[in-house]
């Protein structure tokens, strides 16, 4: 992905000669992925990752707007991802670049065009007013497969935040502050995450969660978006190596079972997250359902 610094031709040949003896500079397994620790911050759906020494942050974040002409119906769902200095040195403060459309690009098709987010759910006024939600994408520390990190992050940011409550009372949205009423969880319709692999010796050696050095050897990636049902929603095998059909298939299936540990363990640090809140979250979720209720039957919608 990222090619910022090249490697000395002595480290290169160290790392592929280790991959030729079934060997990993960190001594991990070949579809073996780093430490991942996920954390939340004070709000609702503010995330901390950090996977081997990748570490990065992602606030999720809501405001009521206009939907687009063409839907109508749909509320609206961006991904921004950032790369600054802090992350790398090789990045610069306030500058794109490709290492930045690459990552977004690839989530953006994982999360956003498979619908992992019910856009329909956030529409509050036909063709007036929707929710837009978005997930902004702060890179600390960077040690290699940033794709992978940002996918887990974005997806756990969605399923951790809250909206605030909104109603429609004679034509006019209402929304309410979190103190006013419980915040409302968003639509999640599937849960999928990107699993890359990195391509060495002609494609001979396929590896899963390269660290930066061993990125800076590669051939190549082969990146498999898939959810816990097995479903392929983003397969691509970028400029590079040949991966052959073979390799494909059988990452494919260790892909869906990186996919289904990740998410026990994303729906493990939610839950724990979900009780260190308090005690009253399931009451005031409760009367906070019934409210809404009510107000769907005294509801006006234009």
């Known amino acids: 992905m990222s090619r910022e610094a ?74 921004n991802v950032e790369l600054s200095a802090m992350g790398s040195p090789a990045w610069e403060n306030g500058r794109s670049n490709d290492a930045e459309a690459y990552v977004a690009n690839v989530v953006d098709r994982v999360v956003r065009h498979s619908n992992a987010l ?28 940033l794709t992978d990190a940002v996918c887990i992050a974005v997806m756990t940011g969605l399923q951790h935040f809250r909206r605030p409550d909104a109603v429609v009372r004679d034509g006019q949205v209402i929304v309410y502050g979190i103190d006013e009423r419980v915040p409302v969880a968003l639509n999640i319709t599937h849960k999928p995450l990107s699993v890359t692999f990195n391509a060495f010796n002609e494609g001979k050696n396929l590896i899963l969660d390269a660290s930066l050095k061993e990125e800076l050897a590669s051939e190549g990636e082969l990146v498999i978006g898939i959810n816990n049902g097995g479903e392929v929603c983003f397969l691509s095998k970028f400029a590079g190596a040949p991966v052959d059909a073979h390799d494909i298939v059988e990452k494919s299936n260790v892909a869906l079972e990186k996919v289904k540990e990740i998410n026990a363990r994303i729906d493990k640090v939610l839950l724990a997250d979900l009780s260190r809140r308090g005690k009253k979250g399931m009451m005031e979720e409760s009367r906070a359902e019934n409210d809404r209720e009510i107000d769907s039957r005294t509801t006006t919608v234009v």
Do not use: M
């Not at 280790?18 to 991942?36: E, H, K, S, T, V």
């Open 6 to 79: 090249n490697l000395s031709v002595a480290e290169r040949e160290f790392v592929l000669e280790a991959l030729r003896q079934g060997q990993r500079l960190d001594g991990r397994q070949a579809d073996q992925y780093r430490p991942l620790s996920i954390s939340f911050g004070e709000e609702y759906g503010h995330v901390k990752l950090q996977l081997g020494k990748t570490s990065l942050v992602v606030r999720i974040s809501a405001e009521v707007t206009k939907p687009r002409d063409e839907r109508p119906f749909d509320g609206l769902f961006n991904i």
């Open 118 to 145: 019910d856009t329909e759910s956030l529409c509050i006024v036909q063709g007036v007013s929707c929710w837009s939600i978005r997930a902004d994408v702060h890179v600390l520390d960077f040690d290699g497969n």
